[in-house]
Nanobody, 112 residues
Framework: QVQLVESGGGLVQAGGSLRLSCAAS????????MGWYRQAPGKRRELVAL????????SYADSVKGRFTISRDNAKNTIYLQMNSLKLEDTAVYLC?????WGQGTQVTVSS
């Protein structure tokens, strides 16, 4: 049974930082492309960042480039999203995916 469990969301002031985690079981994150998506109320789900299998090349949405970093810990079978310089518009539910399976999401709220 595959599970992706996100954690690390919360309420943060604009300009602050959060680190999201996605602990995987039933799959191996190093052999799967893994992504972080987000969905704000009334908006479409959008890709935030992805990390490719194997070598771990990364890609980011233009809106988060230079502020967010996706990474992977193979020993812990976990991926992370380090989010710095958070903006009000980053407020959303953040979801982890292996592109076959999805986690339940973690809420990130950025306040002014």
């Amino acid at each position: 049974q595959v599970q992706l469990v996100e954690s690390g969301g919360g309420l943060v002031q604009a300009g602050g930082s959060l680190r999201l985690s996605c602990a995987a079981s039933g799959i191996t994150v190093s052999t799967n492309a893994m992504g972080w998506y987000r969905q704000a109320p009334g908006k479409r789900r959008e890709l935030v960042a992805l990390i490719r299998s194997g070598g771990g090349g990364t890609s980011y949405a233009d809106s988060v480039k230079g502020r967010f970093t996706i990474s992977r810990d193979n020993a812990k079978n976990t991926i992370y999203l380090q989010m710095n310089s958070l903006k009000l518009e980053d407020t959303a539910v953040y979801l982890c995916t292996s592109y076959t399976y999805w986690g339940q999401g973690t809420q990130v709220t950025v306040s002014s």
